[in-house]
């Protein structure tokens, strides 16, 4: 795999760094959308002490949650002009995600912006590029990076706690939650492909997916991804907002052990590991089955770990975890698998200078 082991007293550390310190001066952050998951963001915020406008195209939305959290609701430009606000959080609509990072960039602010961070990988690369050229901070929300439970599975990948991982599936179904914007694929998959490539440490070499529409001609409602790497490892990624019941899971397969971790299962349960084995001594194969292992985690809110680390990150210089180069490895596999689904399945070859191992960020 493409990334290094550390051991759990460095883990333990840049855990510890990832949250705010008190020492550090809380920067001023305007919330720019307010709608289902950009409330969460706002409320967030607020409670970190970050929290210093909101604005929304609805200004009823916007007086709403400038009213309920205390701050003034403001236009975007009027947010992009005051040099006292040092960053934004954009929570708009996926297909203006690129166009409002661009404009926060050149306007010298820092930029926390919702998955993906754009819809094309040359539009991602031009925000990456701009953020570097300005020296400001660029973060993108795949925030089950920051979920306790997903930090814990990475520490046991790389403690050698599961062997090899072999393969990984993840099922992230559930019913609502419906786009016009952009399809299943682009709304639900970011979250499960950047985990992916987190464990792997590599890019796909070959990418298949499908897809069908169900509720409109033009929008795919569930979608099937499969993912091949140089390494010989394989993963499989199914979404779908027209699942009767919610399904969030991602399973790992090693050479010693399995993994499951069930965001929908209560706390204590959601990450377990399971120590099955395969007996082949007698010449058929016979599985030595194991209880389930609970893993303790830490009870925390995953966004408040997200805009805790942003905050940090601003405020001390930092590289964020889920910076703009990890969310172009996600955009890469995320349109060869849009292009996959165009073609009906067809596997899409990544390019050479996409391949390659990964340096992941662990801070």
């Not at 290094?4 to 001023?28: G, H, N, V």
């Not at 795949?142 to 599961?162: C, I, N």
């Not at 069930?262 to 001594?281: C, R, V, Y």
């Amino acid at each position: 795999m493409g990334f290094s082991a550390l051991d759990q007293s460095s883990e333990q550390e840049a855990l510890a760094r990832s949250i705010l310190s008190p020492e550090l001066e809380r920067p001023k952050v305007a919330a720019l959308g307010c709608g289902q998951w950009g409330r969460n963001i706002v409320r967030n915020l607020s409670h970190l002490g970050a929290l210093s406008a909101v604005s929304d195209i609805s200004s009823n939305t916007a007086s709403e949650y400038s009213s309920r959290f205390q701050v003034p609701a403001r236009r975007y430009e009027e947010i992009l002009e005051d040099d006292e606000i040092e960053a934004v959080a954009i929570a708009t609509p996926a297909a203006l995600h690129a166009v409002h990072t661009r404009q926060a960039l050149e306007a010298g602010k820092h930029v926390f912006v919702e998955k993906p961070l754009a819809m094309s990988v040359p539009d991602g690369q031009l925000l990456g590029s701009l953020a570097k050229e300005r020296q400001r901070i660029l973060m993108v929300g795949h925030v089950l990076r920051y979920h306790p439970a997903v930090r814990k599975l990475l520490q046991e990948v790389r403690s050698g706690r599961l062997g090899t991982i072999r393969h990984i599936y993840s099922r992230r179904l559930g019913l609502g939650k419906f786009r016009t914007e952009e399809d299943v694929l682009w709304s639900f998959a970011p979250h499960d492909i950047s985990i992916i490539l987190a464990i792997f440490g590599e890019l796909p070499q070959r990418v298949s997916a499908h897809g069908r529409p169900i509720l409109n001609s033009h929008i795919a409602d569930i979608a099937r991804v499969h993912l091949d790497f140089e390494s010989g490892v394989t993963a499989d990624v199914a979404v779908s907002w027209l699942n009767p019941v919610k399904e969030h899971k991602l399973v790992l397969i090693g050479s010693r052990a399995q993994a499951v971790f069930d965001d929908t299962a209560n706390w204590p349960e959601k990450l377990q590991i399971f120590d099955h084995g395969i007996d082949m001594s007698s010449g058929n194969v016979r599985v030595v089955r194991a209880e389930p292992v609970l893993v303790r985690v830490d009870q925390r809110e995953p966004l408040r770990e997200e805009c805790s680390h942003f905050l940090s990150c601003v405020s001390a210089g930092r590289t964020p975890r889920t910076d703009s180069n990890e969310a172009l490895r996600v955009l890469r596999v995320l349109e060869a698998a849009a292009s996959s689904m165009a073609l009906g399945g067809e596997t899409i070859r990544t390019r050479s200078t996409a391949a390659g191992k990964l340096n992941i960020s662990l801070n």
